[in-house]
């Protein structure tokens, strides 16, 4: 059993009880492409079987977020779960906001929260944070697509449409877009709306799956990547499943490889004329 399941994760759930949850009921080994923080909800897409040696490609997918930041308010976290640092903060007004968007957007380097689980000396930072540890997590560099004001939610708080490159923290663009105005903000929900080609539309809740139907939700391997597809025939099948390079017409680029059955079997790279495996799912 090999493929995604699109899951609708619920305000208030981890990550990896969603998973844990599908291992259950399908009986293999499942993994999460791209951890989502248990105040969030949205697309969380759970890799069963060898599908999650697929991880690296979906890691660097397209997200894209509707986020809630509210105003005036710090907290340690960088979002509303944690414990407040600074308030009275003033409240920016939609103009201000829309002033500093552009500065946001594009390449940029980000600091990540220090409630997180970045890796600091052999420990989570959010490990770190919880013991009282003082310490710096450097800047690294994001892709922030687009970012859009949707609506003033109330008083203090403002919905935006998020899109970004994997890696992004939206907590932390709630930080440097207060920063830029002279205030304080954090999150205060977060939906994931898209990942890569999974989307909310056609996602399922953990609560809908029983180890009757899960398998009507299981999403084939080779339907979600964007790749042309190769039947390699006879010595070439061969050299080419048992890992050696073999000369190839075909322009350089990652091709969905099949077996003379019409199997899915993998992902292999065309570099200078040379085919080669590079991921094996079956």
């Keep these: 059993m090999t493929g995604f399941i699109n899951v609708n994760k619920a305000v208030g759930a981890s990550s990896a009880r969603e998973v844990a949850i599908i291992k259950r009921l399908t009986h293999v080994p499942c993994g999460h ?23 690296d490609y979906f890691l660097k997918k397209e997200k894209t977020y509707v986020a809630t930041f509210r105003f005036g308010e710090h907290f340690d976290t960088l979002d509303t779960t944690g414990t407040v640092l600074n308030s009275g903060g003033r409240i920016p007004s939609v103009e201000e906001i829309e002033g500093v968007i552009p500065s946001l957007v594009g390449e940029v380097m980000q600091i990540p929260p220090r409630y997180s689980a970045k890796n600091v000396n052999g420990k989570r930072g959010y490990q770190l944070a919880r013991e009282g540890v003082d310490f710096q997590l450097p800047p690294k560099k994001v892709t922030i697509n687009c970012i859009k004001l949707l609506r003033q939610v109330d008083e203090k708080s403002f919905s935006f449409e998020i899109i970004c490159g994997g890696g992004t923290y939206i907590r932390s663009i709630a930080r440097d877009m207060a920063e830029m105005l002279s ?3 954090a999150m205060s929900a977060l939906t994931r709306t898209k990942s890569g080609i999974f989307t909310i539309e056609n996602a399922v809740s953990i609560s809908s799956l029983t180890e009757n139907n899960v398998y009507e939700y299981l999403i084939p391997c080779d339907s979600v990547l964007p790749f042309e597809s190769f039947y390699p025939k006879g010595v070439t099948a061969k050299k080419l499943f048992n890992g050696l390079g073999v000369e190839s017409g075909l322009n350089d680029g990652t091709y969905k490889i099949y077996t003379e059955d019409e199997n899915f079997y993998g992902l292999a790279v065309v570099t200078g004329g040379t085919m080669k495996m590079r991921t094996k799912l079956c």
Excluded at 33 to 55: E, H, I, K, Q
């Design 33 to 55: 492409m791209g951890t989502l923080d248990p105040m969030a909800d949205g697309v969380l897409p759970v890799a069963v079987g060898n599908a999650a040696r697929l991880f």
């Design 183 to 185: 205030t304080y903000a």
